[in-house]
């Protein structure tokens, strides 16, 4: 199974970026997919997650701001991030816990989110 993420980049603050990320290689079901991040210095943290039924959860700090859809018949997730702001820089990680070859929860390698003042 991997994981591959794309839609990084740069962006000045009060934008928008859409990062997805699609599941491949032998898989079940998903059980829940989402989002972690780490900026420099600090340790990796939630960002949002969503279930295979859809049900959405979110850190407290990008509530509001950030939405978390998936498409389970694709085994993708997306994240639109509006309103960024620059304490939103950090290396985004694609996070699944599904069922392939055995239950396992699996990373992405991460995307480089960078917002500017």
């Known amino acids: 199974v991997q994981l591959q993420a794309s839609g990084g980049g740069l962006v000045q603050a009060g934008g928008s970026l859409r990062l997805s990320c699609a599941a491949s290689?032998?898989?079940?079901?998903?059980?829940?997919m989402g989002w972690y991040r780490q900026a420099p210095g600090k340790q990796r943290e939630l960002v949002a997650t969503i279930t295979n039924g859809g049900a959405p959860n979110y850190a407290d700090s990008v509530k509001g701001r950030f939405t978390i859809s998936r498409d389970t018949a694709k085994n993708t997730a997306t994240l639109q991030m509006n309103s960024l702001k620059p304490e939103d820089t950090a290396v985004y990680y694609c996070n699944a816990d599904l069922y392939g070859n055995g239950h396992r929860n699996y990373w992405g390698q991460g995307t480089l989110v960078t917002v500017s003042s």
């Open positions: 290689g032998t898989i079940f079901n998903i059980n829940v």
